[in-house]
């Protein structure tokens, strides 16, 4: 098959059948009717980005699609080709969207994803941007057998890359079993022209996290070609729609690889008959490069399994969660204190218990490193959740001693034991941190009559280190760390991270950024020297200034650590929650990534989200992690914690303790229940009576503006 031929040929079908479509739905509805994909503030984002039209209406869409239309070229060349596979990724948009006419998700029914939201894409933005999922690999059609298929998607799982399914194959993947889902980094889009939302993600990394311009087409295509590590695998027949496709792809940046014969476009568009070779050579073309540890366990172990719930019907046995005693922790010790890859259980294993039982669990790490640091310890110790719950039948959450562990029956029935926690903590700590970590052992006590020394052990040095962690301020440190870590997304952004603000993606203290740059000095993790304090109140340092001016590319002259209205730092788009000002009731709001109902600034997280990333400072309105909320510092240059009207009900909970704490060091009575959510209402209007009978703070504070 000539491949260029095809794809013009291809387009051609596309466009028709979209225009078709579109005129049936205009006939239907009229061009007033209104047309957008759900949770998603950039309307239809192909058309958005390239094209730069905030499509809202149906009758907009008959000049966009002519529009691209008259790029349509009849010499079969490469060129002409890629510029084919756009009108067709246009074409598919408008077929795509025209299903979400009057229906939110119409594919409530089916396994298929459809439209991917905003708030999907935030999630993968953080282990995008910091290599935790290496690529992505997008397959479309149908493989030569559900088990062929089967053992292609395992592979790309165990790799830790970002599958994205379409067509039969998402079919031949049930058949066989194969865990498929967000959880599980493996996305079922749909079949036939919901390929495109994956084009969708892609242009919103661009105008979310790239910070650029809806219609600034060659910005855009740059950024996804240089930034998006993808490859396409396409099985099966190829027919003439489905190689436009492929080209849209290659236009993209993207290549290419059949399992079919074709005339070949090198690079771009190439055939590779075995699955596992075709996989290489994706990575090889897109210059992924994977890190393989050897972990002597029978269970797959890989970022694919982090989202994997394990219920109580399907568990094997589980240890903690306020059911046995358990705890974990890292020690620093001395170096003859410590064998090398010792991995010991203290007590029962799996052969000495029955299905369902319940066993204590203290999970002992024990480090030495000539260049650890007894204050990278609860660093480390954190990352016992995340390594824990990469193994597939494996799942952890909680931390210190409220952690809660379950092993599932499929993983036990494969012959994984207790045993194996310690062999994966051991090679993905040895793995990951070799300039810090040069011996450690590990001993797992599920012995009833040990837990509770260890469990002393374990208490006493949590305590040392909340003490340690209380001197830690900003005034006690001579150095802050910037992250930019999200650069590769959102090129001018950058966190600055200090011992009393969290990086606000919340994944980054002062002291993982430390930790950091230790590991790799030359790393995304850089100390800022304070240099001269400009504004105390504020936060504003001479130092941290010549650090945002470099790293924003001289856009942004001065930030202010401790403002959101007043030069606030940037926003790449990883923020748990967004603080937005809320004028009439003098005060700020606070909302969650996960709450996606309206909120009091008029906006969902969703639309808001679309306002604030991109690396800009947009003054009153600012990403955070959320324990920033709880630190002294907090948005001190504007009046602190006090100024806080409204956030979700879900979050105020989570951080109860702190707001509680925070209030009565501020002498506020009763702050906690001052703050309005959801409950009280979703309009400044709705809440400003319930601010004025609670006498919130806020409302006698100096006025904003
Ligand atoms: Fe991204 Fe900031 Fe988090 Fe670093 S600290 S990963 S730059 S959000
Ligand atoms: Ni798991
Ligand atoms: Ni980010």
Same mark, same amino acid.
């Not at 969708?200 to 996804?224: K, P, Q, S, W």
């Not at 879900?650 to 702190?658: A, F, S, T, V």
């Not at 979703?682 to 006698?700: C, F, M, N, R, S």
């Given at each position: ?102 229906? $939110?998700?119409?594919? @409530? ?61 998402? $079919?031949?993947?049930? +058949? +066989? ?40 087409? @060659? =910005? ?43 005339? +070949? ?140 562990? /379950? ?45 509770? @020394?260890?469990?002393?052990?374990? /208490? ?54 430390? =930790?950091?740059?230790?590991? @790799? ?47 606030? &730092? ?32 008029? &906006? ?42 409204? &956030? ?51 409302? +006698? ?5």
């Amino acid at each position: 098959i000539d491949v260029c031929k095809a794809a013009i040929e291809g387009t051609i079908v596309a466009t028709s059948f979209a225009e078709l479509r579109l005129n049936q739905a205009l006939n239907e509805y009229g061009p007033d009717t209104e047309i957008a994909y759900p949770d998603t503030g950039y309307e239809l984002p192909v058309i958005s980005g390239l094209e730069g039209t905030k499509v809202t209406k149906l009758g907009q869409l008959p000049r966009i699609l002519n529009k691209f239309k008259k790029n349509l070229k009849h010499e079969f060349d490469f060129e002409n080709a890629k510029m084919a596979g756009e009108l067709t990724a246009i074409s598919a948009e408008i077929i795509e969207a025209l299903k979400y006419i009057g229906d $939110e998700d119409p594919y @409530e029914d089916e396994v298929y994803t459809g439209f991917v939201s905003d708030g999907v894409l935030r999630e993968l933005g953080v282990p995008l941007v910091d290599g935790t999922i290496p690529g992505i690999a997008l397959l479309v059609g149908k493989a030569r057998s559900s088990e062929e298929a089967a053992e292609l998607v395992k592979d790309l799982q165990g790799k830790g890359i970002l599958t994205v399914l379409n067509d039969q194959i998402i $079919e031949q993947l049930i +058949e +066989e079993d194969v865990k498929i889902g967000l959880d599980y980094l493996t996305i079922p889009l749909g079949h036939f022209t919901q390929v495109i939302h994956v084009v969708n993600f892609a242009v919103r990394a661009a105008l979310a996290f790239g910070g650029e311009e809806r219609g600034d087409y @060659e =910005a855009i295509l740059t950024y996804i070609r240089d930034r998006i590590k993808a490859f396409v695998l396409v099985l099966g027949d190829l027919d003439e729609v489905r190689i436009a496709a492929g080209m849209a792809a290659n236009h993209l940046g993207l290549p290419v690889i059949t399992d079919q014969d074709v005339q +070949e476009v090198p690079d771009w568009f190439v055939t590779e008959k075995d699955y596992e070779e075709a996989v290489l050579l994706g990575l090889e073309l897109q210059d992924i490069h994977i890190e393989i540890v050897d972990i002597p366990v029978p269970i797959t172990v890989g970022p694919a399994f982090e989202g994997e719930q394990i219920r109580s019907d399907g568990m094997y046995v589980e240890f903690g969660g306020q059911r046995t005693p358990a705890c974990e922790l890292v020690k620093m010790r001395e170096k003859e204190e410590i064998e090398d890859g010792k991995v010991e259980v203290i007590g029962p294993d799996i052969d000495d218990i029955e299905d369902g039982d319940k066993l204590p669990l203290g999970i002992m790490v024990d480090v030495y490193g000539r260049n650890m640091e007894e204050d990278f310890e609860g660093v480390f110790e954190r990352r016992v959740h995340y390594f824990c719950n990469y193994g597939e039948g494996l799942w952890h959450v909680g931390q210190r001693d409220i952690n809660w562990v /379950r092993i599932s029956k499929e993983a036990v029935e494969k012959g994984f034991t207790i045993e194996g926690i310690g062999h994966i903590l051991y090679a993905k700590f040895k793995s990951e941190y070799p300039s810090l970590i040069d011996r450690l052992q590990v001993r797992i006590v599920t012995d009833e009559d040990k837990i509770d @020394e260890v469990l002393d052990e374990a /208490r006493e040095r949590y305590t040392k280190r909340d003490d340690r962690m209380r001197e830690l301020t900003d005034e006690s440190v001579d150095v802050f760390y910037d992250c930019t870590l999200c650069q590769s997304f959102a090129p001018d952004h950058v966190c600055i991270v200090t011992p009393d603000r969290v990086g606000l993606c919340g994944a980054v203290s002062w002291l993982d950024a430390k =930790a950091a740059y230790e590991i @790799e000095p030359t790393g995304p993790n850089q100390p800022v020297e304070l240099g001269e304090c400009i504004d105390e109140h504020n936060g504003q340092w001479t130092g941290c200034n010549e650090r945002q001016y470099k790293e924003s590319s001289g856009k942004i002259e001065e930030v202010n650590i401790y403002s959101i209205i007043d030069n606030p &730092m940037t926003s790449c788009g990883c923020f748990e929650a967004i603080m937005a000002m809320l004028p009439e009731a003098n005060g700020f709001m606070i909302v969650n990534r996960e709450f996606s109902d309206q909120t009091p600034v008029g &906006m969902k997280f969703s639309t808001l989200a679309g306002t604030v990333g991109g690396g800009n400072q947009t003054p009153g309105f600012m990403g955070i992690g959320k324990s920033y909320v709880s630190s002294p510092k907090f948005v001190k240059g504007d009046g602190g914690i006090r100024r806080i009207v409204w &956030m979700p009900k879900e979050l105020k909970e989570h951080l109860r303790d702190d707001i509680e704490r925070r209030g009565e060091e501020l002498g506020l009575d009763n702050f906690y229940d001052m703050i309005a959510d959801e409950t009280v209402g979703e309009t400044v209007d709705e809440i400003l009576p319930y601010l004025e009978e609670k006498g919130h703070p806020a409302l +006698e504070m100096d006025p904003l503006m």
